[in-house]
């Protein structure tokens, strides 16, 4: 078995179709459904482009300002330079501490997953051109919280075309509890092995998106992003949430 991780870049590829998207003021049972269902759903209009303005000014004061002082909560491209994931965001601008905390969001968890969430986390993906893959990787494996309610937002900031790295997702691989992460990539990210992944029968989508279109997914479904082969950044925001009175097992 081949245990070298996968260089920066490579995805073993395939199209898969687009997730659906629903309006987030239909019917919420609509959309607890496909959550249900999916482990995924596709919510489009919560965030309007000036939603989408301002968090992405937000983003470049922080990468700006903040990053270049930073020995933590960074993740760098395998050139060392190129920023690929800022995480931790509320720590360092009360706008993200805000945004995590909005009723907008919240309300929204709450409705579609039944549970009454907590802000927990949130990071910018930054997804340049040529940058790196994730692998397919669940992140409920990496932060442990009882019971298990925990869910990510994750916001496209800007559309999201097939050849800009869209998410994959597979659908209802939920259910099954935490999938051996055994393979780590370049950056020390822990991922699933192409062996693992070959053997699922879970029908695979691609978060083909527009700007301001979010994915409610929850954190124990697999995905992963494959590459950005476009001349365009795909920037992303995820913003994490736990269930109030869940607790959180640092490891
Ligand atoms: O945006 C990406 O490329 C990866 C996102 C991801 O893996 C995540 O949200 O956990």
Excluded: C
Excluded at 81 to 91: D, G, H, P, S, Y
Excluded at 194 to 223: K, N, R, Y
Aim: aromatic letters at 10%.
């Amino acid at each position: 078995m081949d245990s070298s991780p996968a260089p920066a870049g490579t995805f073993a590829d395939g199209a898969a179709a687009p997730l659906p998207a629903l309006d987030a003021y239909g019917p919420s049972d609509e959309l607890a459904a496909a959550y249900e269902r999916d482990g995924v759903v596709l919510v489009r209009g919560l965030f309007s482009p000036d939603d989408l303005a301002r968090i992405r000014e937000e983003l470049a004061a922080h990468m700006t300002r903040t990053v270049p002082h930073l020995t933590r909560d960074v993740h760098f491209e395998a050139d060392g330079k190129t920023v690929r994931v800022a995480n931790e965001l509320q720590r360092y601008a009360p706008f993200f501490a805000d945004l995590l905390a909005s009723p907008r969001q919240t309300d929204l968890v709450e409705s579609v997953t039944g549970w009454r969430p907590q802000p927990f986390y949130a990071e910018y993906f930054a997804k340049q051109p040529h940058g790196s893959v994730a692998q397919p990787h669940q992140d409920s494996a990496f932060e442990h919280v009882e019971p298990r309610q925990y869910v990510h937002v994750w916001v496209a900031l800007d559309d999201i075309t097939p050849d800009m790295g869209p998410l994959r997702l597979w659908l209802g691989s939920n259910r099954f509890g935490v999938f051996p992460h055994d393979r780590r990539d370049f950056g020390k990210f822990q991922h699933l092995s192409p062996e693992t992944v070959a053997g699922f029968d879970f029908p695979v989508v691609e978060g083909i998106a527009e700007a301001g279109d979010l994915f409610l997914l929850d954190t124990a479904l697999v995905h992963a992003s494959t590459p950005n082969t476009s001349s365009r950044p795909r920037p992303s925001l995820a913003l994490a949430y736990r269930g109030v009175g869940s607790v959180h097992h640092d490891s």
